[in-house]
C-alpha cells in the first residue's frame, strides 16, 4: 500500500474512532453538544445513536484489518471495501442530517481510495 494510502487511511479510521467514541460512549456529554441536541432529544435519539455508533465501529475495523492484515490482497480489499463504505455513509448523511457529514467522512475517504487505486 502506497504510504500517502496508508496515512489517509489511517486519519479515517481516527476520524471513525471518534465519531464511534461520540456516538457511544460520550454521547450524553460530548456527542450531544457536537450533534447540537438538547438533553432532552439526546435522551429521545440515544439508543439510535449508540446503534450507529456500533456501525461505525464495523467501518473502523474494517480499515483495521486493511491496514493490518498479513496477505496485501486481502488487506488491500478490506481498504478498498472500508473506504467505499465510509464514502458512501458519508453522502447519505450529507443528504439526510448534515452537508458537513461530506466534508468530515467522504472527501478524505474518496482522497483515500484515489490513492490507494493509483
Same mark, same amino acid.
Given at each position: 500500500m502506497p504510504f500517502a494510502a496508508k496515512l489517509v487511511t489511517i486519519v479515517v479510521l481516527l476520524i471513525h474512532v471518534y465519531i464511534v467514541l461520540l456516538e457511544?460512549? %460520550? !454521547? *450524553?456529554?460530548r456527542? *450531544?453538544?457536537v450533534f447540537g441536541l438538547t438533553a432532552e432529544k439526546a435522551e429521545i435519539v440515544q439508543p439510535a445513536?449508540?446503534?450507529?455508533?456500533?456501525?461505525n465501529? !464495523? %467501518?473502523v475495523a474494517a480499515l483495521? #484489518?486493511? #491496514?493490518l492484515y498479513p496477505d496485501a490482497a486481502v488487506a488491500r480489499a478490506f481498504n478498498l471495501f472500508g #473506504? &467505499?463504505?465510509v464514502a458512501v455513509a458519508g453522502i447519505w448523511g &450529507? &443528504?439526510?442530517v448534515s452537508t458537513r457529514i461530506l466534508f468530515v467522512q467522504t472527501v478524505p475517504a474518496v482522497v483515500g #481510495? &484515489? %490513492?490507494l487505486l493509483a
Open positions: 457511544t460512549v %460520550l !454521547f *450524553r456529554t456527542g *450531544r453538544r445513536m449508540s446503534n450507529q455508533g456500533c456501525y465501529g !464495523f %467501518l483495521a #484489518l486493511g #491496514l #473506504l &467505499a463504505c &450529507a &443528504a439526510t #481510495l &484515489a %490513492l
